[in-house]
């Protein structure tokens, strides 16, 4: 009886043990690069000018903490994962590329992670209509595409 629950205190360990984030520098880098960039987007924005926007590119090995990092710097801003309401607000939205990386289902995993139903059976200029529609409306700044590699596999 006693060892179940010395197993148990274990696991329970072993649970807290993973759910801890260890903040390394390559971390510590993409905070301040992302910060960087929001304080402008934001300052450009709000002056209704245009400027050209630039992204962030996280290179590393499989496994190196990519998209922990990524979601650990984006969970602050994480609206609803469906924000079903118009003009809900949506500054960060993040998907998964999907495989195959076409055109279409890449407009088409945008749209629900902006909160739409997938709409696989619509054409790709039809999606993609709506995903800058609804990039404008939800007043969305990033968009966390991850494993991006897919993107450059041949359609
Ligand atoms: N800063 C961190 N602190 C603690 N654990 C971490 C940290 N970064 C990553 N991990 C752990 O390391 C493992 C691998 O991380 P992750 O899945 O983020 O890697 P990845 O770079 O996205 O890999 P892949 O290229 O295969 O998608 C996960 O179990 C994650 O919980
Ligand atoms: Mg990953």
Known sequence: MTGHLEIQD??????????????HQPYRNLQEQFDRLLRRRRAV????????????????????????????LIGKFAG???PQER????????LQV????????????MLHALGYPLERDKPAAFIWDQVR?????????FVH???AQDLSSPT
């Open 10 to 23: 274990v696991d329970i360990r072993l649970a807290r043990l993973r759910a801890r984030f260890i903040t």
């Open 45 to 72: 924005l709000s002056l209704g000018t245009y400027t050209e926007a630039k992204g962030i590119a996280l290179v590393g090995a499989s496994g190196s903490g990519k998209t922990t990092a990524v979601n650990r």
């Open 80 to 82: 609803p994962a469906a």
């Open 87 to 94: 003009n809900a607000i949506a500054e960060i939205i993040s």
């Open 98 to 109: 999907p495989s195959p990386a076409t055109l279409k289902y890449v407009g088409s995993s």
């Open 133 to 141: 529609h609804l990039l404008k409306e939800r007043r969305t700044l």
């Open 145 to 147: 595409l991850d494993e």
